[in-house]
């Protein structure tokens, strides 16, 4: 349920509504706007006499939210949801592109692309530490060793980690991580959103190979019901019929989304089709359509990097893609104003 209430409401009768709904065992959750404050009810409010709040002089209305996903929804919260990482920002207008290797081979190589993705325009590392792997034979990273190596890049290049945690047990090595990947796999590993909803840390949630957008949000609020607000979806492409390429990638998401939540959209072009020449044209369509962000893969030597080589991008290719993809965004905003 929301309560929009009417602009620059009286204070003593909004302490007292919310000391009412509160003993009546709400959760309340205050969304300030331009024009409005909205408050967010989560609980049982099939107690709630909508009548009796409606009469109050400072309430405008009051709506029940059938979604089941209350945090992540708008109707709570109208406005962007805007998170700071280190220097940079997702969402608000700002392009945030996150580059680097699918899997962090040694530590020349990934402060080698650290620093390349930089000058190029990046503004955070990715790098897979823990590698989800389906055959148990392929190269399954390198693990605390590997965040070894992401911190060094980190201290080389300024550029802060977003890497992915794939079990409990890891969770204590990551308190130099700045982001918090869930891949796609663990989209419904419940108790790992249940511990990262803990943790004060931003939380990017990769889209589960079959997951409806939905669901993809009910993951999104296991975290924030957690007591952590600072969640980011990722799009990386969605399991169908066709086979020619590694995923589909779902661009609708981002409009979809954007109605749905207020949390910020980034999209992985790289896993979505798994073919490095479709990176390109994914990465523009996914700016052209909205999104806060992007998650590629670069690597200074595809042929022979241990995981994912073919849906990599050489620096030289991201340098020219990542300027590209600026000014694109830069040309979306004024058509916007």
């Not at 706007?33 to 967010?40: K, Q, R, T, V, Y």
């Not at 965040?147 to 079990?167: H, N, R, S, Y």
């Not at 993809?325 to 916007?336: A, F, I, P, Q």
Request: aromatic share 4%; hydrophobic share 40%.
């Amino acid at each position: 349920m929301i309560v929009v209430l009417k602009h620059n409401p009286d204070r003593a009768q909004l302490e007292s509504l919310i000391t009412w709904l509160q003993e009546k065992g709400m959760i309340i959750h205050t969304s300030i706007g331009d024009h409005n404050m909205i408050l967010g009810l989560v609980g049982d409010t099939s107690q709630i006499d909508t009548d009796l709040i409606s009469a109050l002089d400072i309430v405008e209305s009051v709506k029940r939210v059938q979604e089941p996903y209350k945090n992540a929804n708008r109707k709570f919260h109208p406005n962007d949801t805007v998170i700071q990482v280190g220097n940079t920002q997702i969402g608000g207008g700002n392009l945030t592109i996150m580059a680097g290797p699918c899997s962090v081979e040694s530590e020349d190589q990934v402060v080698a692309i650290a620093k390349a993705v930089k000058k190029s325009g990046a503004t955070m590392l990715r790098g897979g530490a823990f590698k989800p792997r389906t055959s148990p034979y392929s190269f399954q990273g390198l693990g605390a060793q590997g965040l070894e190596f992401l911190k060094v890049a980190k201290q080389e290049t300024g550029l802060p980690i977003v890497t992915e945690l794939m079990d409990l047990s890891q969770l204590s090595l990551f308190k130099d991580v700045d982001v918090i990947q869930i891949g796609a796999r663990n989209m419904q590993n419940f108790d790992l959103l249940k511990a990262v909803g803990r943790q004060d840390k931003p939380v990017m949630i990769k889209r589960g190979m079959s997951a409806t957008y939905e669901e993809w949000l009910m993951s999104a609020e296991y975290v924030m019901a957690g007591g952590n607000p600072n969640v980011i979806l990722c799009e990386r492409g969605v399991r169908t019929f066709e086979n020619y390429t590694r995923n589909t990638l779902d661009l609708a998401a981002i409009p979809v989304l954007r109605k749905l939540t207020h949390l910020p959209i980034i999209v992985d072009p790289s896993h979505a089709t798994g073919k490095s020449w479709l990176v390109e044209p994914m990465s523009k369509g996914a700016v052209a359509s909205g999104c806060d962000g992007l998650l590629i893969e670069v690597h200074n030597d595809p042929a022979h990097a241990l995981c994912d080589g073919p849906q990599s991008l050489r620096p030289e290719a991201f340098d020219s893609l990542a300027k590209q993809l600026l000014k694109l965004h830069d040309l979306m905003s004024t058509l916007e104003d």
